[in-house]
């Protein structure tokens, strides 16, 4: 069955050009693959003669789209017919199986909220992001995922156990990665470390044997990939995860000035070459298909921002993917289990 | 007049044997100071007589002390004479003007607590720590503090305010920036970002005209050095600060594993090794003096458990020079003054 996915190709810092340019490449690798291009018609058309390609298209116009700095929040209210908002439109009425956005991560959260049933039994959705980790110890892989990093601030026990299932699921069948380790991020390994909400998050995973919970993680431990998944509320993990992009930056200008100061240094660096290139595509998003939400009944993917054509290409494949595996299904299901498990403890009193 | 400090010598990774020659490497720079050794007696006598120094000590005898390892709770309460439990005596009696350890770090900051005064006006008191960041832009020295680390968990918006108090003073004595610029960890700029704590935290510190607020910074903005003063809830620093020592190992283990790989590699690695050097001497802890424990009257410095010699000297030194640049008494007196001005905004109702 074909895997029919909605682009929004007004979203993101190189679009329409480099948006079209990732649904090419996409379709041109799996032939399966429907792609609705979710923007203005004249720019979407433009873009796809000058590429050339034999791939066809099916084109929603729509002369309203959301700007990458825009207010998330007046710009999926106001504008209807954002592209976003028609992206996320087509998901609900069943006229694709996942979005695919690279555009203002705040608007593609909020679009989807407005438009796209949320699973049943959960409270709270999770902007979820795969990042590379040593590949020295335990990880076999070579990257993990880390879930909430912005979408929900603040999470209840119960909200942060049921950010373990979705990411759980995804690592499993996305990134491949059997029985994926669960982190639940924290201060210290003990189970008594950190706040009421951690301790409970704790005894609730840990009574949870569909799921592979390693126990309490540091901070350490991210970059150090000892956890599949990494478990925090979205403070947390987005703090951690712009760090990540911070440190990658200091890196990247640390590796440029070298090069420039001193011959020796560049003759150092040139040797080096093929470590730092293979390295560097271990840490390049455009590898890992973009950031899922997930809580939702059907994916969305949110792209990087400064995603190019190979990074929308991997973030389609991956939507494709997860509708494929019916990864939303299966996080409906587990967590209705656990909830039904747990019914008393979290009834409302 | 000479600077008074009582040094933990059996705490830390490698304690005595490190933690006395750091005394006496401190002792030889600086003859000013009267270092107060507190541990088993005939360890530390034949410590000092291995190393052979003209330098004197008085020596508290005590055969108890915390380890690395332990409840700190446990330990502090039920072993009366720990060695920490002295150090901690020794400043609140007033027979020296500030503590040293690399031990048990919940040791340190519990035994101060229990036997130091805070503050007047404080509610809190929070460990700091001094990390190194990018030098590329603003950050002229190459290095902030960050502040709490893991001593206060959650915060309200008058402790992070105090927290970015004490962060300033001891940026500008001790690291000697001139009007260090605080930052306020959050999820992005806008003032409307964060919860209530941190809207708030922002409203306040943007009112305190004697700090130069540089308004909410994200976590990219930490390992590049946008703030001299990152402040923040405990448990968020303690996470940020151990990511940045789990990003320094993988960085290390990548480089080891670089250098026996292939030939070409190690001889690229030779020529960058001046650079490296110069890059890990700035990234070493045992450049910058140890955490500073900010709240009591007096100051007390947390060493890394890892110390050697020369970071044990260079936390002494900090130490001295805190205890002569008053720190404790200017942030009493500017956290006086600030209370005073929203003594209406803090009653309790």
């Known amino acids: 069955m074909a895997q029919r996915i909605a682009l929004d190709a007004m979203g993101g810092d190189h679009a329409p050009g480099e948006i079209i340019r990732g649904a090419i490449r996409a379709a041109e690798q799996d032939s399966d693959l429907e792609i609705t291009l979710v923007g203005d018609q004249k720019q979407i ?10 791939a066809s298209f099916e084109i929603i116009h729509t002369d309203s789209w959301v700007e990458m700095d825009e207010d998330p929040k007046v710009g999926v209210k106001e504008k209807t017919d954002a592209s976003i908002n028609i992206c996320s439109r087509l998901v609900n009425d069943g006229k694709v199986d996942a979005l695919v956005s690279a555009g203002n991560t705040g608007a593609t959260i909020l679009s989807a909220a407005k438009n796209i049933p949320v699973i049943e039994g959960i409270e709270r ?6 990042y590379p980790t040593a590949k020295f110890n335990h990880n076999r892989r070579g990257f993990a995922l880390m879930l909430d990093v912005g979408a929900t601030l603040k999470c209840t026990a119960k909200q942060l156990v049921h950010f373990a299932f979705m990411g759980n699921f995804y690592v499993a069948d996305i990134l491949g990665v059997e029985q994926p380790r669960i982190g639940l991020l924290n201060i210290g390994e003990e189970e008594t470390k950190g706040g009421d909400v951690l301790k409970q998050t704790y005894q609730l995973l840990r009574n949870t044997p569909e799921l592979n919970f390693i126990g309490n993680i540091e901070g ?5 990939g000892e956890a599949d998944v990494v478990v925090t509320e979205g403070f947390m993990g987005n703090v951690v995860l712009k760090m990540m992009e911070g440190v990658a930056d200091v890196v990247k200008q640390t590796g440029k000035y070298a090069f420039k100061k001193k011959f020796a240094w560049k003759i150092g660096l040139a040797l080096l070459a ?7 595509r271990r840490t390049d998003y455009t590898e890992y298909g973009g950031a899922p939400i997930l809580g939702f009944r059907k994916l969305a993917i949110k792209a990087h921002g400064r995603s190019n054509a190979k990074a929308i290409a991997n973030a389609i494949h991956v939507a494709a993917n997860s509708s494929k595996q019916n990864i939303c ?5 587990a967590i209705g289990d656990f909830n039904q498990r747990h019914a008393l403890d979290f009834a409302e009193v």
Chains 1, 2 share one sequence.
């Open 274 to 280: 093929p470590g730092i290139k293979k390295l560097k």
């Open 220 to 224: 350490k431990d991210i970059p150090k």
């Open 329 to 333: 299904a299966k996080i409906e299901d």
């Open 45 to 54: 058309e433009e873009e796809l003669q000058k590429a050339g390609s034999g």
């Open 125 to 130: 959705t999770a902007l979820a992001t795969v």
